[in-house]
């Protein structure tokens, strides 16, 4: 039974979920093996033998470039803050859905929910989810302690910090000297999206997407998921498989722009979410983004892509979604092709 939180799905999509041909056309059968993804203790980054260090900076590094995903622990972030971040999202999640899609909470246009251009099953998702800024957010004055807001804030720092060091080495690694990431990633030009999967009791006879399958656009991404509940999968050498949820990790992934300034060797990988029939899902995303004028511009050549800049990568995903209900991303930007449609 949908609740009066939950967002009205099974009317929005109705058409779609009825679509017979939908059904016959996606019944691939897709075997999902579950698996635990590369684990990084981070704590060895200041360990006091230098052996030690780069070992675990060429962990992050191999990881990047065969899984592009990784789970990382000891990562200093406390257990209490994800346990209140946790908290305090479920129950701004738990506002009547009038409420929440009426109300600018965080930020203006803040909340979302399903997905408004899909034309078939394979484009929905069953999902909500707060997109914010962290301008909105960070060093704002008189945020009264123990809310979603000031939790959240508390989380971001901490977490760009994370995202800071990892984007370092990974560029040390690739051989760039420069200091490119800590000069265009900076905490404003960064977002949170606070997501919630409800439960998704419809059968019809193919899976439904929580997420629809994805690359993400930013350099990288820092994941806090649901402990119990799973239902993320990610391709890893052409197979779907399911992430094992670990308890004292965060999960870290590459995106397009990262592969795109690493020439191809760090992997932005497709992902997706699964609808759970029974149990809802919450999960935090930490996108690590440069600001909209940073030109993306690999210093391994010869250049696998053209240059772009963000503001003009986010545009084509928008222009993307907006005409073929999804998006290509970056083999749009590939310097030898021209993308054909499929
Ligand atoms: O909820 C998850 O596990 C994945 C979320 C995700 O892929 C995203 O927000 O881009
Ligand atoms: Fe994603």
Redesign the pocket.
């Known amino acids: 039974m949908a609740s009066i939180w939950d967002p009205p799905f099974m009317e929005a999509y109705k058409n779609l979920l009825e679509k017979k041909e939908d059904m016959r056309n996606n019944n691939e059968v897709v075997v999902v093996e579950e698996c635990e993804l590369p684990v990084i203790d981070l704590s060895l980054l200041e360990a006091s033998e230098e052996l030690a260090r780069e070992e675990c900076k060429s962990q992050i590094a191999r990881a990047s470039e065969e899984w592009g995903f990784f789970q990382v622990v000891k990562h200093g972030i406390s257990g209490d803050i994800l346990k209140r971040l946790r908290w305090q999202q479920e129950k701004a999640f738990k506002e009547p859905f009038d409420v929440k899609a009426k109300e600018d909470n965080f930020s203006a246009g803040a909340y979302r929910w399903g997905s408004p251009t899909a034309t078939c099953i394979k484009q929905l998702s069953w999902s909500e989810?707060f997109h914010i800024p962290l301008t909105d957010i960070i060093g704002s004055n008189n945020i009264p302690s123990n809310t979603l807001r000031s939790t959240m804030e508390q989380f971001a720092s901490r977490v760009s910090r994370l995202a800071d060091r990892i984007a370092e080495i990974l560029a040390e690694k690739m051989g760039d000297k420069s200091s490119f990431m800590k000069e265009n990633c900076l905490p404003d030009t960064c977002y949170l999206?606070l997501?919630r999967?409800p439960a998704c009791p419809v059968r019809c006879g193919h899976e439904i997407n929580?997420?629809i399958t994805?690359t993400?656009s930013d350099f990288l991404?820092i994941?806090y998921?649901d402990h119990e509940v799973g239902?993320?999968q990610l391709v890893k050498d052409g197979k779907w498989i399911a992430v094992k949820p670990n308890p004292e990790a965060l999960?870290v992934?590459i995106g397009d722009l990262f592969q795109a300034y690493s020439n191809g060797l760090y992997k932005s990988v497709q992902?997706?979410?699964v609808a759970n029939p029974t149990s809802e899902?919450f999960?935090t995303?930490y996108?690590f983004c440069p600001s909209n004028d940073t030109v993306i511009d690999s210093c391994r050549k010869p250049s696998l892509y053209r240059k772009f800049n963000f503001r003009e990568y986010r545009q084509q995903v928008r222009d993307d979604v907006r005409t073929l209900g999804s998006k290509i991303g970056l083999p749009r930007f590939l310097v030898t092709h021209h993308y054909h449609q499929p």
């Open positions: 989810a999206r997501n999967y929580g997420l994805h993400d991404t994941l998921q239902g993320l999960i992934n992902h997706r979410v899902r999960s995303a996108f």
